[in-house]
């Protein structure tokens, strides 16, 4: 399985990012998949979670009402929307299905 992560960068506060998931090698439309995110100092954590049929969707408190999941099965792509992004949402975000994990990508919000 391969996960290769994109869409990362520099925006200051209040600004929006959209992050891409291409995945391969497993059969997607089957697959749960996670973004995860790990800032400097700290342990990695779940932020959002989004079904198979991309119908279900879970979200960590501290994004909720800020960041969007969604999946397009037919590009076996997942994606992660976030919107009024703060300095505190800044870390490297991993893409995640099971045990596999992308190369992250990194996420800096500041003025």
């Known amino acids: 399985a391969q996960l290769v992560e994109s869409g990362g960068g520099l925006v200051q506060p209040g600004g929006s990012l959209r992050l891409s998931c291409a995945a391969s090698g497993f059969t997607f439309s089957w697959n749960v998949m996670s973004w995860f995110r790990q800032a400097p100092g700290k342990e990695r954590e779940l932020v959002a979670r989004?079904?198979?049929?991309?119908?279900?969707?879970y979200y960590a408190d501290s994004v909720k009402g800020r960041f969007t999941i969604s999946r397009d099965n037919a590009k076996n792509t997942v994606y992660l929307q976030m919107n009024s992004l703060k300095p505190e949402d800044t870390a490297v975000y991993y893409c995640?299905?099971?045990?596999?994990w992308g190369q992250g990508t990194q996420v800096t919000v500041s003025s």
């Open positions: 989004i079904n198979s049929a991309g119908d279900i969707t």
């Open positions: 995640n299905t099971w045990a596999n």
